[in-house]
Nanobody, 126 residues
């Protein structure tokens, strides 16, 4: 089975940086697309960024372009979300997810990902 565990969330001030990590277990995270999503109460889960199995392609949402970066280390079965210049509107629960669907582009819809971590809270004060 696939198990994903996020870490690195916390309370920071606007303009600060934070790096989230997603550790994968089960032997699959190194061979499938990984994504980062975020969600606030009453809203749909929102795509933040993703990365292909070999790290050859990354994608981030327009809302975080230029500030957030997705990377991974297959030797450690870990995926990262580097968040710079954080804004109060970035406040959310952040999730990592795995998609085992075959696609030419990184999926951006939550229902295109099959496995999810439990989430980590990021709060940015103004």
């Amino acid at each position: 089975q696939v198990q994903l565990v996020e870490s690195g969330g916390g309370l920071v001030q606007a303009g600060d940086s934070l790096r989230l990590s997603c550790a994968g277990f089960g032997g699959y995270v190194n061979t499938y697309t990984m994504g980062w999503f975020r969600q606030t109460p009453g809203k749909e889960r929102e795509f933040v960024g993703g990365i292909t199995w070999n790290g050859g392609r990354t994608s981030v949402a327009d809302a975080v372009k230029g500030r957030f970066t997705v990377s991974k280390d297959n030797t450690k079965s870990e995926v990262y979300l580097q968040m710079n210049s954080l804004k109060p509107e970035d406040t959310a629960v952040y999730y990592c997810a795995l998609s085992w669907r075959l696609a030419v582009t990184i999926p951006i819809m939550a229902n295109e990902y099959e496995y999810w971590g439990q989430g980590t809270q990021v709060t940015v004060s103004s």
